[in-house]
């Protein structure tokens, strides 16, 4: 049997070409009939900033689901081909560290300590030399109770004996081992805490002892748990930031409870008092061909029917794709259905290398099994476009939830652990860029104070408008505006579809496809007095892994004469979320829309720098080891990093113009700390020149160290660096940091 057209294909390769799913330009200021206000984040660049060489980036993941606040992170980006890789951090839009490292046997790996603050969520993005991107997140948190990010774990069987497949487990149809499902749900999505369900032995003695410690029965499908391999399953879970939880089925107990320490008033009883009881009892071959295509995990179905009941059991042999190599990895029971056309569903997982594979049902020929009647296999999959609405519901309205799972699952069934069906491919690359995003901007998506809004808005695609919602009702945007401390985000939910019914608000029309809408305007209506924001930017899971798009926007005025805001999102797919930014660090466009003025420096310097500069001065800045401080370009754009680098005549890039009032410009920018912050490690890049803004404002003092006007913390190289194009910074001021002695030599007369 060959499985559908894209329904083999393995786990996704989150690759994207550096692409911006809303092609806008951003002007410096227009003027039109209504005030037009330029984006101003320094977002991640749509181009490379420093990876050299042809590194195609694939996967980018971190070291631990979450980190202590101001501990050590460690990224690691994935990569096909040589050169290095350029890691950015950024912090609900806004740049706040990067850094570039080598790639070696595959890999590049980058090191970046966490600020101070606790509770945050950062995204990352690994930028390759062919420009190429992959993104991943970062939680700071000191517990995962503030964003709990919950999975499951539902096997527990003995780990194989020591000389056999090390990726084997007794009696189980997956390849991995233990270790790599904590991985996966750690690395990939992000998972910060794990319900272990059913592992119990007795629901009065969870754990087995004597004989049965390391095998002891469990009540569903005959399965198996062991003491070592949960212990084990506690201590990769710990290692990796994770929580535990141990699952406990209420109202449940097995036979012979009422001798084993448990209460008579806990039994459940029927209406006439008595006990309730419920019994839990748990050659020929017949073989289909699979091809699996690029391999990964697959759930299937097999349709059978049997007229009698038979306790034997039946091997599951799998080809391993090479001829002559075959595993027995399932032992598959056939439950009794009436008759021999009276058809019943059992579900299998089973984890497939590239190629052609196949699957025997095979009856061991010293047993004597009644017949069983197997009519066919298929594939069972979650239905994609229903997941993505169920998560941006939950998700739009501060909603955590528990779904994914070992094995590459998603829960299914009322017996959660018995998940039947797979994700596909599609919607395994669309999770991962949707727990990105809710690592990412977890302070957005469940901040303190989260509170919903009412807001009109109206949505038109192409100039024709579409139907809105505040509420979710069927065939309608749903446009959800919810607030908290850390700022206001518009969710814009897609519940239309191909047939123009619409999906209705519980999503129940599993067979329709959500139908895009591209050049999609909105138009956002501002409560009275309420301020306009600074920026706007977008993201989204249906692309770009968690990417803030900056969007531009009109302000208008509405018949209510409350301010308008109007943009284009450009596609809109399954889920947008629009940020509207307050500007928390200071707002550069409110300061000054000029540049500074360096043809009549008025501003006057405090007594100390008098003495030890001109008010305006030409010159190089040397550091004591011997390196300049260096714009990436000149010319650049705001964002446009500045670091060290070997002194080189007249570069453009190295010549500064050293203000009275504390400004260094290079080109037309000036030196500046990224998004105004103050926490030390935080990057420094050139940025639009604002008289007024003491994050561009650096005092040198008399021992050489230019202090940064608004956090007090000085312009450094860390770790005293010779390495070219390695990222100023801003750190304590030290008497031992060389790095942080600077000297200007004038250049004016050369």
């Keep these: 049997m060959t499985p559908p057209p894209g329904s083999h294909v393995n786990d996704f390769e989150d690759t994207h070409v ?3 799913r809303h092609p806008l330009t951003i002007p410096a200021a227009i003027v039109l009939g209504t005030a037009v206000v330029a984006t101003a984040l320094p977002l991640p660049s749509s181009t490379p900033a420093t990876a050299t060489g042809t590194a195609h980036v694939t996967r980018a993941y971190t070291d631990k689901s979450t980190h202590e606040p101001g501990t050590q992170a460690t990224i690691t980006a994935e990569a096909s081909t040589g050169g290095t890789v350029h890691f950015s951090v950024s912090h609900l839009g806004i740049e706040v560290a990067s850094g570039d490292a080598t790639v070696t046997n595959g890999e590049a790996t980058w090191a970046y300590t966490t600020p101070s603050e606790n509770n945050q969520g950062y995204l990352v993005t690994a930028t390759g030399g062919d420009g190429t991107h992959v993104e991943t997140a970062i939680d700071a948190s000191t517990s995962w109770t503030r964003f ?322 505040t509420d979710g009702a069927a065939n309608t945007i749903w446009a959800n505006t919810m607030t908290s401390n850390a700022g206001t985000a518009l969710h814009l939910i897609n519940l239309r579809t191909n047939d123009n019914e619409g999906n209705d608000e519980y999503w129940r029309n599993a067979a329709k496809q959500i139908l895009p809408f591209d050049n999609t305007s909105v138009t956002y209506h501002l409560e009275e007095g309420e301020a306009v924001p600074a920026s706007i930017f977008a993201v989204s899971p249906d692309d770009d892994g968690g990417r803030p798009t900056p969007l531009d926007f009109t302000t208008g005025t509405d018949e209510q004469g409350r301010t308008t805001l109007t943009f284009n999102v450009g596609r809109l797919s399954s889920w947008d979320m629009v940020v509207f930014s307050r500007a928390t660090s200071p707002d550069r466009a409110a300061l000054a829309p000029a540049a500074v003025d360096t043809s009549d420096n008025a501003a006057a310097p405090d007594a100390d720098d008098a003495a030890l500069v001109p008010a305006t001065m030409v010159a190089q800045l040397r550091n004591g080891l011997g390196q300049c401080l260096t714009s990436q370009d000149p010319a650049g754009a705001d964002g446009t990093p500045v670091w060290n680098s070997n002194c080189s005549g007249n570069s453009a890039a190295q010549t500064v113009i050293y203000e009275g009032d504390g400004h260094i410009r290079i080109g037309d920018r000036c030196v500046d700390v990224v998004g105004g912050y103050t926490e030390e490690g935080t990057v420094a890049h050139m940025w639009t020149c604002y008289p007024a803004l003491e994050s561009q404002m650096w005092d040198l003092n008399e021992y050489g160290q230019l202090e940064n006007r608004a956090s007090g913390l000085c312009l450094t190289i860390p770790g005293d660096t010779t390495r070219d194009a390695t990222q100023a910074v801003i750190s304590q001021c030290s008497d031992t940091s060389t790095s942080q002695r600077w000297t200007l030599t004038d250049t004016s007369g050369q």
Aim: with cysteine; glycine share 8%; hydrophobic share 30%.
């Design 18 to 20: 550096m692409e911006t």
């Design 148 to 469: 709990p990010r919950m999975g499951f774990l539902s096997h527990f069987k003995p780990t194989a004996p020591e000389g056999t497949d090390g990726h084997t487990t007794y009696e189980s149809f997956l390849f991995q081992k233990p270790q790599d499902y904590i991985d996966k749900l750690s690395r990939d999505y992000h998972i910060n805490a794990l319900q272990y369900y059913d592992w119990q032995y007795r629901h009065e003695q969870p754990v087995a002892t004597g004989d049965l410690e390391n095998k002891w029965p469990l009540w569903y499908q005959n399965t198996y748990a062991s003491k070592k391999t949960i212990t084990d399953y506690v201590t990769d879970v710990k290692n990796a930031n994770m929580g535990s939880l141990a699952y406990s089925m209420a109202y449940s107990a097995n036979d012979g409870y009422d001798t084993n320490t448990i209460k008579d008033d806990w039994r459940l009883r029927e209406d006439n008092g008595s006990y309730w009881v419920h019994d839990l009892a748990g050659g020929s071959a017949i073989t289909f061909t699979i091809d699996a295509g690029q391999g990964g995990t697959f759930t299937f179905t097999t349709r059978y029917a049997r007229q009698d009941r038979d306790p034997a059991y039946h091997q599951m042999i799998l080809g391993m794709g090479k001829t002559g190599q075959q595993k027995l990895i399932k032992y598959v029971h056939f439950d009794a259905t009436g008759s021999y056309y009276t058809w019943k569903d059992m579900t299998e997982t089973v984890e497939l290398t590239p190629g052609v594979h196949t699957i025997t049902y095979w009856v061991p020929t010293d047993k004597n099994n009644s017949p069983v009647n197997i009519d066919c296999i298929t594939f069972r999959e979650f239905n994609t476009e229903s997941v993505k609405l169920a998560y941006a519901a939950f998700t739009a309205n501060g909603a955590h939830h528990l779904e994914l799972g070992d094995y590459g699952r998603m829960l299914d069934n009322e017996f959660f652990a018995s998940s039947g069906r797979s994700m596909s491919p599609e919607l395994q690359a669309w999770m991962k860029n949707y727990y990105n995003i809710s690592t990412a901007y977890e302070n957005l998506l469940f901040g303190d104070n989260l509170t919903r809004k009412e807001r009109q808005v109206e949505v038109s695609t192409n100039g024709v408008g579409l139907p809105t919602s």
